[in-house]
């Protein structure tokens, strides 16, 4: 339990919640909370099983609020525990197996003695009673106060058939509805363990130096500052940066990628994460409760409780719904006999087994089970999708729009050729060139030093020197003035146009090139590229196969490097020197002109393209907040392999939705055409609703191998 205030300074706190498995019974449960005494609003999180209550509230009132159907406040360490109960650990199980050993019993009498016996009718009773008890509960305090749910219409259906002396399928009702419903709670408990096992991966407590001392603290009890000592395989407790030694970390908790990544001194490490060889020492940079671990696990909490559009038509048409299914029983029961003379008993007992058809069990879990179990596959495998709304809209893209630096490409640009004029070497070339750009923070300045440095160039001393820019630098070299920086510089210098074919081919293919020269003369070129991910093609091929129609490349670039780049890689449209502003229309031309589009970047610089997409991912964020906090959609490692993972899960979950929801109105309009011939009997009825609830259940599921 956590406790925060609101903007309008009204005390507001999280309990998080043990029982909470039938969505129909949540809603209920959601609107006693609201109608506590002092409480302003409450907001329930049916797949994280959590509520946020603004006002003054008391554990035992919520407990009280949820006393119809067993919800209580879970008071474990943290809210973190989880320990799933055995089957016959659950109350409920119990009462359901007990009520399946009376009604065989009941059976076997039926058979033996006779169907009027008392000894039958009383298995059968007993069978209603031990397994419909909590049913009833419910059920009879909805019609005290005319609410009208599946509890609701489960108990007009059974005391109807108690009525008519319909005691075995009565009976049979309880029992198959117990089984419905312990198969609702079978799939939330599954769709649920994806968040509770993201909640385990980070330890509880970690070794803290003290001095010479290195005592074992709890995560809550460490402070900012502190030095975590952390030895080989053990799991990092905290966020933090590494400040003694070297190793290399497994990163998969945090980004989805399996191979270890090498940390030293000065490097980020995160909460949750693996260290696999070196002992090293870690200054922890943040609170328990600000971890990247744990703002995901908020994240995806948070992702859970935002319903999906097809969420939001199945609730609204279940308001509707079951009211609609208690008047069509109510005709169905009493038209006939009225109007044609029918016979009543007949006509009773298939308005019965109306109600029961009708129970909109499938359909209130066909859509929230998928986006539970799809949100919790996607954040074990390091994709943050922040609701169920980005899932279903991820799953109906038309067009996926890419950044190119740091995105499709590396954004760490390398030399990829020396040209020395006559009378030089490429030696000659690059260290002139180390010693001009040692002075210069550019990224092609970068890439020139390591270049330089790779291969042991000496350096030499410079003096004087000078940016000039967005053209390049000069500086002084044993008494030489020396410029290095773009054709444009050199072509003030000189007066005269210095490309020649075989540079303008160089920048044609993706590369930048940069002059190196003397007031007279050019001593070399350099040419500079930012390379393309490896796998960056291979992805643009999966995203057709996954029905992508269109893909687009937008730059600050400039033309020649966006084209070759573009050509590379099989991008279907490249725009190219762009501003950020000039990336937010083409977004809105491109919705215009190809349908729903995604805009993939970093999460900082493409943040105006990334909030007027339909969808926007951010990726390579390796936990960062602006990447978590800016896109719907956050890959977390620092490539795009997860790109076409998520497209690829989120187009499986939205049709998994469909044919839930397929599912669950197809069996029921079947069953309810029975009634016409007369051939609805309780036992189709139930079985249609119970094959309906299983066969959703079964297809969400699919969504957990994915």
């Not at 009376?102 to 009383?122: A, E, N, Q, R």
């Not at 117990?178 to 385990?200: C, F, G, N, W």
């Not at 290399?248 to 060889?277: C, M, R, W, Y």
């Not at 083409?586 to 997409?613: C, F, S, Y």
């Amino acid at each position: 339990m956590s406790e925060f205030t609101t903007k309008n300074e009204l005390p507001a706190k999280e309990f998080r919640l043990q029982g909470l498995s039938c969505a129909d019974c949540a809603a209920q449960f959601e609107q006693n909370v609201k109608e506590l005494e002092n409480v302003k609003d409450a907001k329930l999180n049916f797949g994280a099983s959590k509520i946020t209550v603004t006002g003054d509230i008391t554990v035992e009132q919520i407990d009280q609020a949820g006393a119809f159907d067993n919800i209580r406040v879970d008071e474990s360490k943290r809210g973190q525990s989880y320990t799933r109960k055995s089957f016959f650990q659950k109350r409920q199980n119990l009462t359901m197996t007990a009520s399946f050993v009376f009604i065989v019993l009941g059976y076997v009498l039926h058979f033996s003695i006779g169907v009027s016996s008392l000894w039958t009718i009383g298995a059968y009773a007993i069978a209603i009673l031990v397994g419909g008890y909590d049913m009833f509960k419910v059920g009879f305090k909805n019609l005290s106060t005319f609410t009208f749910d599946m509890k609701t219409l489960m108990t007009i259906a059974i005391i109807g058939a108690v009525i008519i002396g319909e005691w075995a399928e009565g009976a049979a009702v309880v029992f198959l509805f117990a089984v419905s419903e312990a198969l609702e709670e079978y799939s939330v408990d599954k769709a649920r363990q994806s968040i509770h096992s993201l909640m385990e991966i980070a330890p509880h407590t970690a070794f803290i130096r003290r001095g010479k001392e290195i005592v074992e603290k709890a995560v809550e009890d460490i402070m900012i500052s502190d030095i975590m000592v952390i030895k080989p395989g053990e799991k990092i407790a905290m966020d933090g940066e590494v400040m003694k030694g070297q190793t290399s970390i497994n990163q998969a908790a945090i980004t989805g990628e399996s191979l270890p990544v090498h940390k030293a001194v000065g490097d980020e490490v995160f909460a949750g994460t693996l260290n696999e060889e070196g002992s090293i020492e870690v200054k922890v940079t943040k609170h328990v409760e600000d971890t990247t671990i744990a703002k995901i696990i908020h994240l995806v909490e948070e992702a859970q409780a935002e319903k999906a559009p097809a969420q939001k038509f199945v609730d609204k048409f279940a308001r509707y719904y079951t009211p609609l299914i208690l008047v069509l029983a109510l005709l169905i029961a009493i038209l006939p006999p009225l109007l044609a003379g029918a016979v009543w008993s007949k006509w009773i007992y298939l308005g019965l087994a109306t109600l029961v058809v009708g129970c909109p069990c499938a359909l209130v879990i066909s859509t929230p089970v998928a986006i539970v179990t799809a949100i919790g596959n996607a954040a074990r495998n390091g994709v943050l999708i922040k609701g169920g709304i980005h899932l279903e809209e991820a799953g109906n893209l038309d067009a996926i729009a890419f950044d190119k630096t740091g995105t499709l490409t590396k954004g760490i640009p390398e030399v990829t050729a020396i040209k020395p004029a006559e009378d030089y070497t490429e030696e000659d070339v690059l260290q002139l060139a180390l010693a001009i750009e040692a002075f210069s923070q550019h990224p092609i300045a970068s890439a020139i030093i390591r270049h330089a440095k790779e291969y042991h160039i000496p350096s030499v001393e410079a003096e004087n020197f000078d940016s000039i820019t967005g053209k390049g630098a000069q500086a002084d070299i044993n008494g030489v003035t020396y410029y290095i920086g773009s054709p444009a510089l050199f072509e003030n210098l000189y007066g005269k146009d210095i490309q020649t074919e075989e540079i303008m081919q160089r920048q044609t293919e993706g590369n930048t090139v940069i002059f190196l020269g003397t007031q007279d003369k050019i001593i070399g070129t350099i040419a500079v590229a930012d390379q393309v991910r490896e796998k960056s093609a291979a992805i643009m091929d999966d995203l057709k196969n996954l029905g992508i129609k269109t893909t687009l490349m937008l730059t600050g670039d400039n033309q020649a490097t966006g084209q070759a780049i573009g050509r590379k890689l099989g991008i279907d449209h490249v725009a190219a020197e762009l501003l950020p502003e000039e990336k937010l229309e083409r977004i809105q031309q491109i919705k215009e002109e190809h349908g729903k589009v995604a805009m993939v970047g970093d999460g900082i610089n493409d943040a105006p393209a990334l909030a007027t997409a339909d969808i926007g991912i951010a990726m390579g964020s390796g936990g960062t907040d602006a990447a978590l906090e800016t896109a719907d959609i956050a890959l977390m490692s620092d490539d795009l392999d997860k790109l076409s993972y998520t497209v690829g899960l989120s187009r499986k979950a939205s049709r998994i939705i469909k044919e839930n929801i397929t599912f669950a109105l197809l069996l029921k309009v079947i069953a309810l055409l029975l009634v016409i011939p007369g051939l609805l009997t309780l036992w189709i009825a139930i079985v249609a609703d119970v094959g309906a609830t299983l066969l959703v259940v079964l297809n969400s599921m699919r969504l957990v191998r994915y």
